[in-house]
């Protein structure tokens, strides 16, 4: 596609439920990344992953948050035992490499799923 | 520590007028920095890329300036327009970090009044 997506676009569920945000990258983009923006607050880094692996996971809050991205494609975000605290747009990005911190390797933001745990 | 800080806050400003924004930081070793808008309800969108020998780059009525010496960047809009109203992010890499490992500022939110 010409963007990132991701859906559900808002996502509103109970405390304790599981539930799971996709992301679609950029068709070629090797790179992908997580990102949770609390309100009035810039994104905080969540996890990384180069094609099929996550090369980064260490902003994964506990280990009720997990991703995967099988394919090397699409990416799912899981979130178990949601916790009213897990209120947040997560947001997705995605590059064409990773891995390097050259300023050419631009990230690309979908628009986010608002997920509010009730 | 490795912060992002950025001022003000927020911004009002009438249609046709100038502004700038600051960002400090103290993300070390730095390697480059960015800034993003983020209209209400969408993701980031990335304005600029500074590396460390620039000291200055522009995209049409945006200006960045970036002083690594005292760690500190602007943002200048110029002749703004009601579309500017949003929020703008500063972000910095350090270096030989992963690349997912971006620094974000808290943002400053932009109104522009016609």
């Known amino acids: 596609g010409a963007g990132v997506s991701q859906t559900p676009s808002n996502k509103v569920t109970e405390k304790g439920k599981y539930v799971e945000l996709r992301c679609d990258p950029i068709s070629g983009h090797t790179a992908l990344y997580w990102y949770r923006q609390s309100l009035g607050q810039g994104p905080e880094f969540l996890i990384y992953f180069q094609g099929t692996g996550a090369a980064d996971d260490s902003g994964l809050p506990n280990d009720r948050f997990f991703a995967v991205r099988p394919e090397g494609s699409v990416s799912t975000l899981k979130i178990q035992r949601t916790e009213r605290g897990d209120s947040a747009v997560y947001l997705c990005a995605s590059s064409r490499q990773g891995g390097t911190d050259t300023g050419s390797n631009e990230q690309f933001f979908g628009p986010g799923t608002r997920l509010t745990v009730l | 520590k490795n912060q992002v800080e950025q001022s003000p806050q927020s911004l009002i400003i009438l249609e046709g007028k100038n502004c700038t924004l600051q960002c400090n930081y103290t993300v070390s070793p730095f390697s480059n920095l960015r800034w993003y808008k983020q209209d209400t309800g969408r993701g980031p969108v990335s304005l600029t890329i500074?590396?460390?020998?620039?000291n200055t780059k522009s995209n049409g009525r945006y200006t960045a300036t970036l002083d690594a010496d005292t760690k500190q960047s602007s943002l200048h809009i110029t002749a703004s327009q009601l579309s500017d109203s949003a929020s703008y992010i500063c972000v910095v890499i350090r270096r030989g970090s992963t690349l997912g490992r971006l620094y974000f500022g808290r943002g400053t939110q932009l109104t522009v009044w016609p």
């Open positions: 500074m590396t460390f020998s620039e």
